[in-house]
């Protein structure tokens, strides 16, 4: 029995996979992807938090590399728009 009293198998992890895409990648409302799938918000809120993407992944790792990325690109606006600004004089 788990934390609610609610006695369930645990999720596969396909199914977790799946509603995790649906939600992050596809923008579903978690409330439609719980209904369409039949588990919980409590659940699939813990699913992101815990960071299960394709089984292996963590988000927080991706979410890591994405912000490096993201400096990495403002970094060369700020270089071209310095370029362009000068080439303006």
Do not use: C, F
Not at 31 to 43: I, L, N, P, R
């Amino acid at each position: 029995m788990n934390k609610t009293g609610i006695n369930h198998p645990p999720y596969d992890t396909q199914l977790k996979a799946t509603v995790i895409a649906k939600v992050r990648d596809e923008g579903m409302n978690v409330s439609e992807a719980a209904t369409q799938y039949g588990v919980t918000t409590k659940s699939i809120y813990r699913w992101l938090r815990e960071g299960v993407v394709n089984s292996d992944t963590s988000l927080i790792l991706e979410n890591n590399k994405l912000k490096k990325e993201m400096e990495q690109l403002y970094a060369l606006l700020g270089r071209a728009t310095a370029e362009m600004q000068r080439s303006k004089k």
